[in-house]
């Protein structure tokens, strides 16, 4: 729980706009959703610099796309987007993961060192196994993107939002528990052949 509460905190603070907007949305309409979530950015906004916190490209991404998807929604006549914000989203994650994969440092590698600064991200095998997990991650966002258009255009409104929260929460949460046990599946490539130690220490 102790892991898991920074991380869901974390999430608030990138996609907290994009939460709000969509919540709001269902609740009182597209005109409430996008005043609350431009009072979210403010607040969000100003406790970054009063803080001296930096503003990720991923907050930028999440409170920008909640913006876009608002006013698209104002201009149309009946809210549309709503059908496919979830698809388009992580379509765009999984190609923020793809290009996280390809530097010195995968992405996932730097999201870990910021929790653990321990891991030795000078080691080959260790960069490898980071790389696919990087990658492991774009193909989950491409997978979830597919179910979540299918789940959206095949159900009613209300039942397909339901259905697509709950397909959201229990595969993330798949992903999540992969990821806290990172050092279990790097000793497990390990011992099936998949990475090759340059020393005898673990992650």
């Not at 431009?38 to 803080?51: A, D, N, Q, V």
């Not at 930096?54 to 987007?81: C, E, Q, S, Y």
């Not at 496919?84 to 996932?108: C, D, K, M, R, W």
Request: charged share 15%; proline share 5%; net charge positive.
């Amino acid at each position: 729980m102790s892991r898991v509460l920074p991380l869901i905190k974390g999430l608030l603070h990138n996609f907290g706009g994009l939460v709000l907007y969509w919540t709001v949305l269902l609740a009182f309409g597209v005109k409430p959703a996008i005043v609350v979530t431009l009072l979210f950015i403010s607040g969000e906004g100003g406790w970054r610099l009063k803080t001296h916190r930096p503003f990720p490209p991923l907050w930028w991404f999440a409170n920008g796309a909640a913006l876009l998807f608002g006013v698209i929604d104002l201009w149309a006549r009946t809210p549309f987007m709503i059908r496919y914000e979830g698809a388009i989203i992580n379509l765009v994650t999984a190609g923020a993961f793809a290009l996280g994969a390809l530097g010195p440092q995968p992405l996932v590698l730097r999201i870990a060192r910021q929790h653990k600064s321990d891991i030795p991200a000078d080691r080959p095998e260790v960069i490898r196994f980071f790389r696919a997990f990087t990658l492991a991650w774009a193909l989950y966002f491409v997978a979830r993107a597919g179910a979540f258009l299918w789940i959206m255009s095949a159900f009613p409104l209300a039942q397909a939002l339901a259905i697509r929260t709950a397909v959201a929460w229990t595969s993330l949460g798949v992903m999540l528990l992969a990821s806290f046990n990172g050092r279990r599946v790097f000793d497990a490539c390990q011992r099936l052949g998949f990475l090759k130690s340059s020393d005898e220490h673990g992650l």
